[in-house]
């Protein structure tokens, strides 16, 4: 398994381009169940974050980790990201990141 | 063996696009083939042929090594080929293809599709009967192309038609008319190319089609009596003259009244086939006679009349002179139609162009109507009342400008543009003769003789149409119209370097423009001012006034000492964004909005208390911020020395979530411009520039200058050090005093002077941040 690269910026669509590397999410906490967080990415998928955060969360959580499916990410660390945030600005980075401008990113 | 014939092939040779088999591979049918002799030596054989891809014809010229192709019958007329080798080339104005070497993939073939001589349509017979040559060579004398079809032929045939009337013949069903009527019409097209747009015409058409008159044999003088000649011939010298054009415009019939008695008066406009227009006028018993008669877009035939000077208050038309009809003037009604004079002629020009045109200009202009405000009614000077409305109009320059509709207007085409724009779609308006005034900045107004064209058909509209589709929608356009950009509020998004390089403020009016940026610096000796604080009507007078050294102090405007002042900003900013640098100044409002404390109270902090730690904690709070500064540019002078002088006139702490959405929407605009395959241009560059500013990375395609500007935006943080990398770096050795190449800033004739206030905007002050080096923010408020 390859975990040296960095974190790649994902919404729920592109987590499957990554499954098995490192990634990076920013999601919207739905509910939290015991060693995992229910949320929302930033192209309004259902994902489902593996883990236990440090409580309280806020609204929005960056979580860095591993993609195990298509829709799961393990995650190593989590990050709280305030009440708001512009879902939409961060989905487009992630589109532009692993689309025609990869080439900038790590 | 089924073969298809490369469909639009020949319109690429014809126009130049296809030259070598490097373009393109053609496989074409020939349709005729006919030996030629070369003149200078009639020993050696050539074969000339004509080409067709199904629609077009072509002429074409054998190579000589393929000769024995023809001899052997492998190639002959309906032998379908494939160009390997070819080269288009302009032999005598004419083009023609060279084919030294060819494929031929079926020897014989029925004709494919009804193919007519490249350019020209609705020739069936072309097909039927192949295309015979006029071998007497005398295509290169400057005689057009389609009379090279049938000349000997159709001379006699069809001599009489074209002769009688001097124009074409209806466009008739019966293929052995319609073959006649080729050539004529076949002109008409181009001509009317011609007239609506002659750049792009004139590939297709090397030589310009000869006027109305020439050409014509003598069978055609001796049936025809009225010697057509065209408007543009027309002068107070000319003799006995018919004109054939077609009725543009017609005015209505108007009463006056004047010390010699009254009348009555009309107008029409024509156009005739070459473009020229005129006025026509009629006076009393001449007009009654002939009103009713002229009917707008129809053709006619007008004889005899005066000519005399245009008056140009009036008649905006491109003619020194207007007809004035008398008794003895006759008008016929043509009833053929004739395609070759066109309906409308319009001299566009863009909106971008308006700007600078003179008030009371006449002017065709066309664009998408982006808004329309419902008719309000005007009273006159003279107390009539008339409806008016108003539209926004833009288009491919980048600008808008308002449209005023007056009269009738309002409710025909005014009432069709809003129920258009209401239901969500933005059509296109060509407006034909609209005035410009300048009545809120600059507008074009509708006058008697404009017309108004909804969604037109024309190429101009496609374009716009098309354009708007693509980017026109969203760039944001700068209004010539006050009014507009006052309530409208256009902000003009621009980078730093862009100040300089579109050399913002040069013009007669500000340039207000948005920068987002971050403080990189902040003058600190004299950040305000000794301000007189007597009311002057609702708001303070704000002079400077003086210390009079007994603790009270005066206003030379006010003439009065007040015992105490006020303190108002003066702020002398050093702001940076990812392309420049640049100077600018804060006054009051917006010095509080940055500082976040009243000049007072920051006086005080510095003068009174003497408090230095607190007085660096503010500083060091505002430096390196960003905000989005509203910006007035203006050029002015200072002893002499032109400076563009920039001001703060809002300040905004910077949104990154809309900033963001912005710059993704320039992001947007630069890769559609780059699937446009457009080359990048400086402004395009600062774009790639905003893409690293976000830390996202380089993307490594950038112009030299632009890297040089970019290595002093990674060393943003010494302020000192970029301004040495600065002037000293690169191979363009500018002056960052003034901007001009040529000098560097230490011997920049500019930076001699005495300080005043503009020179701190042109950057003398630059010179003080690199002597203390580069350093540590805080050394920012310390080096005072």
Known sequence: MDTSSPAAFVNGALLRRYIGQKVRAVIQVIRSDVGSVIGKSTDDQQIVVKGSPQPPLTTYLEVIGIAETDNTIRAEVWTNFGDSFDVQNYNELCKLANGEFRHLFI | ME???????????????????????????????????????????????????GTYLHQGMLGTDLNNLVKEGTLQPGSIVRLTR????????????????????????????????????????????????????????GIRQVNNIEPGRSNAAISPQVGGTGSSVPASTTPSTRAYSNPSSGNGVTRQDYARDPPTSYP?????????????????????????????????YSGRWTIKARVTNKAALKQYSNPRGEGKVFNFDLLDADGGEIRVTCFNAVADQFYDQIVVGNLYLISRGSLRPAQKNFNHLRNDYEIMLDNASTIKQCYEEDAAIPRHQFHFRTIGDIESMENNCIVDVIGIVSSISPTVTITRKNGTATPKRSLQLKDMSGRSVEVTMWGDFCNAEGQRLQSLCDSGVFPVLAVKAGRISEFNGKTVSTIGSSQLFIDPDFVEAEKLKNWFEREGKSVPCISL?????????VDVRKTISQIKDEKLGTSEKPDWITVSATILYLKFDNFCYTACPIMNGDRPCSKKVTDNGDGT?????????VDECDYRYILQLQIQDHTDLTCVTAFQEAGEEIMGISAKDLYYVKNEHKDEEKFEDIIRK????????????????????????????????????ADTRTMLGAMDKLRTRDANSLPINPEGSDYNADVVNTGIGSSGTRDPSSVQRRDFGLHAHQSGQSGNHYSGGGATTSCNVCGNSGHVSAKCPGATKPQEQGQYMGGSYRGTTGSYGGGLPRQHVGSY
């Open chain 2, 3 to 53: 073969v298809s014939l490369t469909a639009g092939a020949i319109g690429k040779i014809m126009n130049g696009e296809v030259t070598t088999e490097a373009d393109m591979i053609p496989v074409l049918q020939v349709t005729d083939l006919k030996q030629i002799m070369a003149q200078q030596d009639p020993t050696r054989e050539r074969f000339r042929m004509v080409l067709s891809d």
């Open chain 2, 86 to 141: 070819f080269v288009g080339d302009v032999i005598k104005g004419r083009r023609i293809v060279i084919v030294p070497q060819l494929e031929v993939l079926k020897q014989i073939s029925d004709i494919i599709g009804h193919p007519v001589p490249g350019g020209k349509h609705n020739d069936q017979r072309g097909a039927d009967s192949g295309i015979k040559f006029n071998t007497t060579e005398q295509q290169g004398s």
């Open chain 2, 204 to 236: 297709h058409q090397p030589q310009p089609p000869p006027p109305m008159y020439a050409n014509r044999g003598p069978v055609a003088r001796n049936e025809a009596p009225p010697k057509i000649i065209p408007v543009n011939a027309l002068s107070p």
């Open chain 2, 481 to 489: 119209s006050r009014e507009f950009s006052g309530s409208g509020k």
């Open chain 2, 553 to 561: 102090w005066r206003c030379e405007k006010c003439d009065k000492s």
């Open chain 2, 622 to 657: 505002v430096a390196f911020t960003k905000y989005n500064f509203k910006l007035k540019v203006k050029e002015e002078t200072f002893s002499d020395e032109q400076r563009v002088k920039a001001t703060v006139v809002k300040v905004d702490k910077l949104n990154y979530s």
